[in-house]
């Protein structure tokens, strides 16, 4: 098993340019249509077609769906389990557990608010044979277990951890309880995509792994001082409960009031890109 942390910030003695590590997205999997226009069309269009994904534990589908003009896959992910006790095979357990399809679209909606989006595809929720679940814009390529496992670095490493830098300060934010190697795609050019919140947004008024703090996109940080409780409240409505909100808006201020100090202790050009 790979170690998802150590993981996601690797700094290469030896650049191995490959360019050929995966299927490279085609112009299908990204038309010139809107965020706007694909939440239209995820919510709209026929599905004509289904098939189960190769990966994950939250019976996943990967639906085909056309409006006659765009066909294209989506994925659908309809777990909605919330448990007074769960045990894991690890022998670990977790009170009050909740793997939700919510926990996507409220990811999403927050998302939109700081400008994170852009590191991720865009989740609606949709009914599909008589069941709920979220369904997200599906992208091709690698994800982060291939790359380890086949050992293939990124061409180009600062670009590679200031992608990677932003999506820890996300995951702190929302609190993923399940982050690893698999919700991490690749895509052409190493643009990094992070999808599947399903187990986020659990309601401690603390970061889950302060560590993974390091630097912090600039713009990021601005949104997130900006950030107010009420528009997350209407944003993320009705995904999130007023006790998730309030926890989301708790580790806000940790983030905010962590970077803040290393500014002042190592200068803003350290901490800030």
């Given at each position: 098993?790979?170690?998802?942390?150590q993981?996601?910030?690797?700094?290469?003695l030896?650049i191995l340019?490959?360019c050929?590590?995966?299927?490279?997205?085609?112009?299908?999997d990204?038309?010139?249509l809107t965020?706007e226009?694909i939440?239209?069309?995820?919510?709209t269009?026929k599905i004509?077609?289904?098939?189960p994904?190769?990966?994950?534990?939250?019976d996943?589908?990967?639906?085909t769906?056309?409006?006659g003009?765009?066909?294209?896959?989506?994925?659908?992910q309809?777990?909605?389990?919330?448990?007074?006790?769960?045990?894991f095979a690890s022998?670990?357990?977790?009170?009050?557990f909740?793997?939700s399809?919510k926990y996507?679209i409220?990811a999403y909606?927050l998302?939109e608010?700081?400008?994170f989006?852009d590191?991720?595809p865009?989740?609606?929720?949709r009914?599909?044979?008589?069941?709920?679940g979220?369904?997200s814009?599906?992208?091709?390529?690698?994800d982060?277990?291939e790359r380890?496992?086949?050992?293939?670095e990124?061409?180009d490493?600062?670009?590679?951890?200031?992608q990677?830098?932003?999506?820890?300060?996300?995951?702190?934010l929302v609190?993923?309880?399940d982050?690893?190697?698999?919700?991490?795609?690749i895509?052409p050019?190493?643009?990094?995509w992070?999808?599947?919140?399903s187990?986020?947004?659990r309601?401690f008024?603390a970061?889950?792994?302060?560590?993974?703090?390091?630097?912090?996109d600039?713009?990021?940080?601005?949104?997130?001082?900006a950030?107010q409780?009420?528009d997350?409240?209407?944003k993320?409505?009705?995904y999130?409960?007023?006790d998730?909100?309030?926890a989301?808006?708790a580790?806000?201020d940790?983030i905010?009031?962590?970077?803040?100090?290393?500014?002042?202790?190592k200068?803003e050009k350290e901490?800030?890109?």
């Amino acid at each position: 098993m790979f170690n998802f942390r150590q993981s996601w910030i690797r700094l290469p003695l030896v650049i191995l340019l490959c360019c050929c590590y995966c299927r490279p997205l085609t112009a299908d999997d990204a038309p010139s249509l809107t965020k706007e226009q694909i939440k239209q069309f995820l919510l709209t269009a026929k599905i004509i077609g289904s098939r189960p994904a190769k990966k994950g534990v939250t019976d996943t589908k990967r639906l085909t769906l056309s409006d006659g003009t765009t066909t294209h896959d989506a994925s659908f992910q309809p777990i909605n389990e919330h448990t007074a006790v769960k045990k894991f095979a690890s022998g670990t357990s977790e009170i009050n557990f909740v793997d939700s399809y919510k926990y996507n679209i409220a990811a999403y909606n927050l998302a939109e608010l700081i400008g994170f989006d852009d590191m991720m595809p865009v989740y609606v929720e949709r009914k599909w044979q008589g069941t709920t679940g979220s369904l997200s814009w599906w992208l091709s390529g690698i994800d982060e277990a291939e790359r380890v496992a086949k050992k293939i670095e990124p061409p180009d490493p600062d670009v590679w951890n200031k992608q990677m830098y932003k999506i820890r300060v996300f995951d702190e934010l929302v609190y993923d309880n399940d982050p690893n190697l698999t919700n991490v795609l690749i895509g052409p050019d190493w643009k990094i995509w992070r999808i599947d919140y399903s187990r986020a947004f659990r309601t401690f008024h603390a970061l889950k792994d302060p560590k993974d703090l390091v630097r912090c996109d600039h713009q990021l940080l601005e949104r997130l001082k900006a950030l107010q409780e009420s528009d997350v409240a209407e944003k993320t409505k009705p995904y999130l409960s007023k006790d998730e909100v309030k926890a989301v808006m708790a580790r806000r201020d940790i983030i905010v009031d962590f970077f803040q100090k290393q500014i002042a202790q190592k200068g803003e050009k350290e901490v800030l890109y």
